[in-house]
Nanobody, 118 residues
Framework: QVQLVESGGGLVEFGGSLRLSCAAS????????MHWYRQGLGKQRELVAS???????YITDSAKGRFIVSRDNALNTVYLQMNDLKPEDTAVYSC????????????WGRGTQVTVST
């Protein structure tokens, strides 16, 4: 089973940038589709971005043009580059791995806090 650890969160000013990383260990990283979710205080968890094992990409509408998701299979890491950050991007960001053979998420990271100040 794959284990996931996020890093790169923090406090950033309105309009600033952060790059989140999610490092995977354990079984073969390249077979998994990888996802970034976020949950703001008092809000439901939402899917922000995904990158499949084949390199297909999804970005939620509110982040299009600002966020970029990528992966480096040699480093077992998925990234979320976040630019032009807004206060509404404030949330705990978590990465997840899913296996499309069973159509299920198989692992979650613990999350990293992103706070955007006004």
């Amino acid at each position: 089973q794959v284990q996931l650890v996020e890093s790169g969160g923090g406090l950033v000013e309105f309009g600033g940038s952060l790059r989140l990383s999610c490092a995977a260990s354990g079984s073969a990283f390249s077979i998994y589709d990888m996802h970034w979710y976020r949950q703001g205080l008092g809000k439901q968890r939402e899917l922000v971005a995904s990158i499949t094992s084949a390199g297909g990409i999804y970005i939620t509408d509110s982040a299009k043009g600002r966020f970029i998701v990528s992966r480096d299979n040699a480093l077992n890491t998925v990234y979320l580059q976040m630019n032009d950050l807004k206060p509404e991007d404030t949330a705990v960001y978590s990465c997840a791995a899913s296996d499309d053979r069973i159509d299920a998420i198989v692992s979650w990271g613990r999350g990293t806090q992103v706070t955007v100040s006004t």
